[in-house]
């Protein structure tokens, strides 16, 4: 129903619930391109037919809108609410999972979070991530980098991000103004990498804006188990982005943000191996294992499988892939 030049109001017809989305999808397609106008036509009709389903009130409405605005009003370029957002409710987790059909053999995603940032400095295999101020106790982060076929994959690039020992990253940190628990490094020519940095612990995602307000409404934890992240990229390669999560975490179950999967869950394991210490020069910290006390540090171990760009595939643009 849209009125052309000179045609009379009288032809108006009005609009109902029965007839309002279809008219809605005709105006809002009209663009060239067909995957947006796919996008549209079915993000229109969802809503819609949500609306329409719960018989939404205009209160409710009011009250979904004022939320919406407050996700917006706490984003800044450090805090990506909206993001955070999509998180909470597993659309990103979703996202992920569409997009990481899996190819056999390859190591699997997981989400990217709000933490990653592109200010990671590049260092040298064997270097430290970490600031010497910094809480934690250290851990040797190394593994190697594979195609499918088990072949190494030289000068990969591998960007690591964790938290401290404290459980914040450093741009939650008031007083950050340097990266830290971050850094890239280049695989070695047998596809290995490896570098100094911490044991990561459970921390809560950020709950003092909007998302907190639906999670305590939802009645549901914060805390994400502990982990490392790892995106890992080259030009032959579809870039990997994923996380490796501590198996002794109690959040392993109900991670909030539903990044953890069975084939990424790793143990952070304590070693007094001295001759490795020295290998990699790190200095070993005295702490109580069990009721021992016990002089050594962290190791993790984690190989990674990534996916030759050759084998990607189409986008729908009606119910077919093209
Ligand atoms: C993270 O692991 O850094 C993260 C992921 C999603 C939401 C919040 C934090
Ligand atoms: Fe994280």
Request: a negative charge; charged letters at 25%.
């Amino acid at each position: 129903m849209s009125l052309k030049t000179g045609e009379s109001s009288s032809n108006i017809e009005d609009l109902t619930i029965g007839n309002l989305t279809a008219h809605v999808i005709q105006m809002s397609t009209k663009g060239e391109d067909s995957r947006v106008k796919y996008l549209t036509a079915k993000l229109i009709q969802h809503l819609h037919d949500f609306v329409r389903d719960v018989e939404l009130q205009t209160d409710e409405w009011e009250v979904a809108w004022q939320f919406l605005t407050r996700i917006g009003q706490t984003c800044t370029p450090e805090r990506q609410e909206f993001v955070l957002l999509s998180d909470v409710l597993g659309v990103s987790a979703l996202v992920d999972a569409i997009n990481s059909k899996q190819t056999s053999g390859a190591t699997e995603s997981s989400v990217l979070g709000p933490f990653f940032s592109d200010t990671a400095k590049v260092f040298e295999n064997g270097e430290s991530i970490t600031s010497n101020s910094i809480a934690g106790e250290p851990m040797l982060i190394r593994g190697a980098v594979l195609d499918t076929a088990g072949k190494p994959i030289p000068r990969a690039l591998v960007d690591i991000w964790e938290t401290d020992g404290n459980g914040f990253y450093d741009m939650q940190d008031v007083e950050y103004n340097e990266p830290d628990c971050r850094g890239k490094f280049f695989t070695d020519t047998s596809g290995k990498f490896y570098l100094k940095g911490v044991k990561p612990v459970d921390y809560p995602i950020p709950n003092d804006g909007p998302v907190g307000e639906i999670l305590q409404l939802f009645n549901r934890d914060w805390y994400r188990p502990a982990h490392v992240h790892y995106m890992i990229m080259h030009p032959e390669y579809e870039k990997l982005v994923t996380a490796v999560y501590s198996r002794e975490s109690k959040y392993i179950i109900e991670d909030p943000v539903f990044g953890t999967k069975k084939s990424l869950v790793v143990d952070f394991v304590w070693t007094q191996d001295e001759a490795l210490a020295k290998t990699y020069g790190i200095s070993p910290i005295e702490r109580i294992m069990g009721s021992e006390k016990s002089r050594g540090f962290w190791l993790l171990e984690r190989d990674f499988v990534l996916v030759s760009k050759k084998s990607k595939g189409g986008r729908k643009i009606n119910d077919t892939v093209v």
